[in-house]
């Protein structure tokens, strides 16, 4: 029976103890490239999600933001009108085509043409990139998606040294963390000190209560105050690379907000807005 392109229904199947990169990606892609339906698909975003998550509910898991929490960040998007996101963690691409997807309805809305909606998915994984790229061209959104394969801090490092007009790193409105959770917070840090977040970025975590993070949520319910204490002992001291200190004095209001993931688990987002740089004494 050919899958419907309607909106989703129901949940994905159960995860399983491997949930991923193990062929069920490259299936995914084949069962939409042969789609009965492919002509009524291509160039559609919604309809391009409503096959992959009809994938997920009668094929195999896919460990994608999903629907539920997805609209968390796409109503976010409608009301605070970003023109540029920054995604690290990309997978197969869903959450670019739907955030990508609401990025240029938001450019729209706003009839603006001072700067065209830019999304960047940072990918590691080869195989997760080549079907992330199939999939967003398949959904027409190739003008606004723009995917990188490779280590996520060797590319927040190259992101950083590409300049703008006046010589500085230019914060993203929106950065969206999906990758190794044990990694969230460390690149957030290196995303502080490269200048990619700044006051008026908006820093959306996912998986934050499956299965959480506590080590990322207190600290960006930490006052300068509280991180500086942390930070101090340690500045100057580290020279690999491969640990970030972060940026202090950077002030975040923050809030968790509960929502389902495709499986129907209760899980959460962190919606963390960065509001203030303060100087301390």
Known sequence: MAPSIDSP???YKPEEDVFCNDGRED?????????????????????????????????????????HKGKVITDIIATDRPSTIL???????????????????????????????????????????AVSRALVSIAGLDDVVDIWEGPCRASLQRLANR??????????????????????????KLCEELGLVAPGSMVVADDMKRPGNPQYSEYVRAS??????????????????????????LVYETALVEELEPTGHMDAVEVSKCVDLVELN
């Open 9 to 11: 229904t129901g949940f």
């Open 27 to 67: 299936q995914l892609l084949s069962f939409i490239s042969n789609h009965p339906q492919l002509p009524q698909i291509r160039n559609s975003p919604e309809a391009v999600l409503a096959a992959i998550d009809e994938f997920g509910r009668t094929r195999d898991f896919l460990m994608n933001v999903g629907p």
């Open 87 to 129: 995604e690290i963690g990309g997978y197969i691409g869903y959450s670019a085509i739907m955030f990508g997807h609401a990025l240029r309805k938001a450019a729209t809305a706003t009839g603006s043409h001072a700067q065209a909606p830019r999304f960047l998915s940072l990918e590691m994984n080869p195989k997760f990139t």
């Open 163 to 188: 300049k703008t007009s006046n010589s500085t790193t230019k914060p993203w409105d929106m950065v969206f963390l999906d990758h190794s959770k044990i990694s969230y917070l460390n690149d957030l």
């Open 224 to 249: 300068p105050e509280k991180k500086t204490e942390a930070y101090l002992p340690f500045k100057g001291c580290l020279s690999d690379g491969g640990i970030s200190l972060g940026n202090p004095f």
